[in-house]
């Protein structure tokens, strides 16, 4: 499997699924998020994100994989979670509204596994948008 199918398995299985088995087997013992607050920033933390909070809040969530760019051990995907806000998002209750989320991640792939990440996304404009009752 090369660098740009294992982010692909990694986004349809772990993050769409929430497969804990696939994500145990894609995760390297050493990775490191970047992006994560500090004290989150390994894969349990990463697999937190996943399965407790986007998972419940939309469990129709689905990701659209839009670019992918690969240069030696690093893949950058341009993708799109969609989903409807049926389950509670932090301290939003559910609103039944079809979501977007925008994402481009960095991923550094080492002996097939996820062993760094780096990211942007747009969550923190749709929690705006359901904080002004969008």
């Known amino acids: 499997m090369n660098n ?4 692909k398995k990694f986004n349809k299985e772990v993050i769409e699924q929430t497969n ?3 994500f145990k087997t894609l995760m390297h013992p050493e990775f490191i998020n970047h992006t ?13 994100t996943f399965h407790t909070i986007l998972k419940p809040a939309f469990p ?17 995907t341009r993708k799109i ?3 409807t806000h049926l389950g509670k998002l932090f301290d ?9 989320i925008n994402i481009i991640d960095i991923v550094r792939i080492k002996d097939g596994q996820y062993f ?15 904080k002004q009752g969008k």
């Open 60 to 76: 129709d969530l689905v990701v659209e994989i839009e670019d992918q760019i690969e240069e030696n051990d690093k893949v950058v």
């Open 92 to 100: 939003f209750e559910p609103t039944g509204k079809s979501i977007k």
């Open 36 to 48: 994560a607050p500090p004290t989150a920033n390994g894969a349990e933390g990463m697999w937190y």
């Open 81 to 83: 979670i969609r989903g």
């Open 20 to 22: 804990y088995e696939t």
């Open 116 to 130: 760094e990440h780096w990211g942007i996304n747009t969550l923190q404009s749709l929690l705006s948008e359901l």
């Open 4 to 7: 740009k199918e294992i982010v």
